[in-house]
């Protein structure tokens, strides 16, 4: 299981390394079905509603969860940054790509959440990627979750030092592995703050003790807890109570911060050995400053507008309350995603086109997303969502969970 966790690609025997492309049939066979969910074109901008094929569909199924990316201020500081730096940087943050709105850019983030230092990547799957990799070096081991991200156990996989993996969300295993790593070992715990397909957030101050107690490192990849928990949106680790315990946050610009990319803050020294070090960092182009400046200004205006916050987690507490209500497992989250766990994975696929058919657009999970008999649907809010959308989402629920028979009566 824990191969296709990660997403191991198949060996092939065959002579040809493409024989195993010719005969991977999952996808067609549920386009066959006509419930293939994935690569919907999405016409125009993806705000609480968005247009597919001149539809209207609630918009279930979006990370954009302060509902920044339609924001004019936002836009207008996107165009603003195009006019004076262009579009593109043309180059690795290391030699030529290196501008002063990058720079303003991590002295901002590093004050956002309170750290010495910050570096950015072009992604959020690169930042755990260079972190991991160039931190855990031959002699050191890394102990992971094993519902971490696919991008924290692509890390693990390029890091030299051996990978740990504890069971999900069980701090008593953790330190069950800990227990056995010897004491001169480098150790680095790597967790998310929020796991993505269930919208649970794991025991942070435990996680924090045992790094204490056991002289290991601890990094949390805040990717759906930045601008959402907490008091002042820094993610999980101040929801917790933690944030200035934790050794390394990781944070992406892809959900609440509206751009693309991605940062790590933490100690001067280790910021700098990432970038000096990390192949994600010093062989990729930088951001572009369109990029940066979208990011600017959605921290500018996470800070000013807590009542956003506010009205995200209000929001996905009345569709948890309201699918709870009917009948549906919701699982046990307390962010804005929503799990809708039905099991099965055909009848995952059945809910998702039910509901794809009433006008509402969610976000199938089956393995590897998910562990085996523990398919869902995935829902997210926004804070743009008005109750009147959420509302008649949750009465096309209803109507799509009688019509595959998961609610009855």
């Excluded at 509902?67 to 940087?89: F, Q, S, W």
């Excluded at 919208?199 to 959402?228: C, S």
């Excluded at 506010?310 to 569709?319: D, F, G, I, Q, W």
Aim: aromatic share 6%; proline share 5%; net charge neutral.
């Amino acid at each position: 299981m824990d191969d296709e966790l990660e997403g191991a690609p198949k060996s092939s025997r065959s002579g040809d390394v493409f024989q195993k492309c010719y005969e991977w049939q999952e996808a067609k066979q549920v386009m066959a079905a006509g419930l293939y969910p994935f690569f919907i074109p999405i016409s125009g901008e993806q705000g609480a509603e968005v247009t597919i094929q001149g539809k209207r569909f609630v918009m279930l199924g979006s990370n954009n969860y302060l509902g920044l990316t339609n924001d004019p201020r936002v836009k207008e500081a996107a165009r603003d940054a195009i006019r004076d730096y262009g579009v593109g940087c043309t180059g690795s943050r290391l030699l030529n790509g290196t501008l002063d709105i990058h720079v303003k850019l991590e002295a901002e983030l590093a004050r956002f959440m309170g750290k010495p230092a910050v570096v950015t990547l072009s992604t959020g799957f690169q930042t755990n990627l260079g972190a991991i990799a160039s931190l855990v070096g031959r002699y050191d081991v890394v102990l992971s979750d094993r519902r971490n991200h696919a991008s924290i156990f692509d890390g693990c996989r390029l890091a030299l030092g051996k990978t740990i993996k504890y069971n999900h969300y069980d701090m008593d295993d953790l330190e069950r592995v800990l227990r056995g790593v010897p004491p001169d070992t480098g150790k680095l715990i790597v967790m998310d703050g929020v796991f993505s397909m269930e919208g649970t957030i794991p025991d942070l101050r435990k996680a924090v003790d045992l790094a204490h107690t056991y002289g290991a490192r601890l990094m949390v990849d805040e990717a759906h807890g930045l601008g959402v928990m907490g008091a002042g949106g820094r993610g999980a680790c101040e929801f917790r109570g933690v944030l200035k315990e934790t050794d390394l946050i990781m944070g992406t610009f892809s959900k609440s911060l509206a751009s693309i990319g991605g940062f790590l803050a933490g100690e001067e020294d280790v910021i700098s050995w990432i970038k000096h070090q990390a192949r994600a960092m010093i062989f990729s182009a930088a951001l572009p400053p369109a990029a940066c400046a979208t990011v600017l200004k959605c921290l500018e205006i996470i800070r000013s507008e807590p009542e956003r916050r506010v009205r995200l987690l209000s929001n996905a507490a009345r569709m948890r309350n309201g699918l709870a209500s009917m009948g549906y497992d919701v699982g046990n989250s307390e962010t804005p995603v929503v799990p809708v766990v039905v099991g099965d994975d055909g009848v995952c696929f059945q809910l998702w086109k039910a509901l794809f058919d009433r006008g509402v657009f969610t976000n199938p999970a089956v393995p590897p997303a998910t562990p085996p008999g523990r398919a869902l649907v995935r829902v997210s809010c926004m804070a743009t969502h008005t109750p009147e959308l959420l509302d008649r989402a949750l009465d096309l629920f209803r109507e799509a969970g009688k019509s595959t028979g998961i609610l009855k009566g």
